[in-house]
């Protein structure tokens, strides 16, 4: 059984900064792509950002220039770089592989914005 497990979330001031991990229990290359989501309360959740198993990145409009994916690959880890945090990306984020067989969720972990 895939294992996700996010770690790094906490409360931080607007425009500070957070690093957020995705732990796989399986090389994360082997996955076709591993993405970071995020939910708010009351909304829908959304892509913040996606790497490709060749390392093709891209990122939502709204963290683009903020926010950075990049990897540990003895560690099987995929990071979250989050800079120049506001208030708006205050929300549960959660990571997810997905395999051609299909797609494996962490549980999530709570970044809050706020002063």
């Known amino acids: 059984q895939v294992q996700l497990v996010e770690s790094g979330g906490g409360l931080v001031q607007p425009g500070g900064s957070l690093r957020l991990s995705c732990a796989a229990s399986?090389?994360?290359?082997?996955?076709?792509?591993m993405s970071w989501y995020r939910q708010a309360p009351g909304q829908q959740r959304e892509l913040v950002a996606s790497?490709?198993?060749?390392?093709?990145?891209i990122y939502a409009a709204s963290v683009r220039g903020r926010f950075a994916l990049s990897t540990d690959n003895a560690e099987n880890r995929l990071h979250l770089d989050m800079n120049t945090l506001k208030p708006d990306d205050t929300a549960v984020y959660c990571c997810?592989?997905?395999?051609?067989?299909?797609?494996?969720w962490g549980r999530g972990t709570q970044v809050t914005v706020s002063s």
């Open positions: 997810r592989g997905r395999s051609p067989e299909m797609k494996y």
């Open positions: 399986k090389n994360i290359f082997t996955f076709l792509s």
């Open positions: 790497m490709t198993g060749g390392g093709t990145t």
